[in-house]
């Protein structure tokens, strides 16, 4: 009897054992070639919106990336370049790898008199186009141009405004200060651009999407596209500056969602929950 009982015990260990196996092998298989905290990108809609033709080279290798791994990649522009910069457009949208792009005709520079009317015009875009996630300028808008920090506001304000249509997140890129202070530009537009571009805090820019040298390459092509406000020299520093990224493009959410506060002050102390980093509960 205790032989019997032995062996029925035995056959269902391995029984769950067996099982537990085959779950653990069936989780490998379906994420063979992913990293720990990445999730395919097939299949999903990345929305990048940005003021100019030309601005999408801040975030390249991660649109490249993404339409590499099977997403939809779409760029919008909002303003207006006229004929030439709609072509050097198009061909910066080519050399990614992501759809043509998205013209939607404001008056470049006149971002400030235009903000209902963009509004209503990003809402209509998020209906058609239905991202997962949006990617847009941060509040620095690169080096503080009026129409980068317009319209990433009012990317912003759509989404937090929610319904139905609205992406899951909307993103930031960020250049933390170690890639300023690694960067040597060549060009005069190189050394303005160091000087210039807005820095933020590594401890904020919690996304960090690597990227391979066919990204970066793709990157610097379609920084090339833009020969009427790049030169060449200073296309040269677009890949001296990716060099320096830690081939990681860094990024953060406008937005966190997370557990309700009664104070404005529960992150008081750095490891306020013991074993957990700074914001680790705010999305």
Known sequence: MIQETRKSTQRGVTACTALVLGSLITL????????WGEYSAAGKTVLAIYAHPDDEVSAAPVLSRYAREGATVKLAIVTDGGPVRDLEALCSTEALGIDPPILMGFEDGGTPEQMRE????I?????????DIVVTWGPEG??????????GAIVSDVFQEGGENVPEAVYFAGVPHFVFDA????S???FGFKIVWGRTDIDFLRYRIAFTEEDRDAAVAAAACHPSQ????FVQDVGNFFDVHENKVYLRKSHAK????GSLFHHGHRGYFEGREWGDDDD
């Open 118 to 121: 963009i509004k209503g015009a």
């Open 142 to 151: 690169g080096y503080g141009h009026k129409d980068h920090r317009i319209v």
């Open 188 to 190: 005069q537009q190189g």
């Open 123 to 131: 809402q209509a875009l998020f209906e058609e186009v239905q991202p």
């Open 258 to 261: 997370g557990r309700k506060r």
């Open 230 to 233: 790049f030169s060449p020299e």
């Open 28 to 35: 490998v298989a379906g994420t063979a070639g992913a990293t």
């Open 183 to 186: 960067f040597a530009p060549i």
